[in-house]
Nanobody, 123 residues
């Protein structure tokens, strides 16, 4: 059974850092793109970052560019999202998701989702 499990969320002060993990089971990450989306209360789910399978190309939303870094460890079947210089507006539930091949913008193209992990940035 294909499963994604996020971890690493929590409460952090503005300017702080967190590293989210997305551990995959039931399939091998090598052939899949992994995306990170987030959803704040009352807002639509938005794409934050993504890393493609074949060439390792990455995508970052403008709002996180220069602060967040996505990476994958195929040996551990895990994708990470390093989040630095966190801002209150980064507060949201963060989800990882997957699809075969390359990253795309259309949320409907992603097949499997984790349960989400809460990130709260507050002083």
């Amino acid at each position: 059974q294909l499963q994604l499990v996020e971890s690493g969320g929590g409460l952090v002060q503005p300017g702080g850092s967190l590293r989210l993990s997305c551990a995959a089971s039931g399939f091998t990450l090598n052939y899949y793109a992994i995306g990170w989306f987030r959803q704040a209360p009352g807002k639509e789910r938005e794409r934050v970052s993504c890393i493609s399978s074949s060439d390792g190309s990455t995508y970052y939303a403008d709002s996180v560019k220069g602060r967040f870094t996505i990476s994958r460890d195929n040996a551990k079947n895990t994708v990470y999202l390093q989040m630095n210089s966190l801002k209150p507006e980064d507060t949201a539930v963060y989800y990882c998701t997957t699809k075969r091949g390359l990253c795309v913008h259309n949320i409907g193209r992603y097949d499997y989702w984790g349960q989400g992990t809460q990130v709260t940035v507050s002083s």
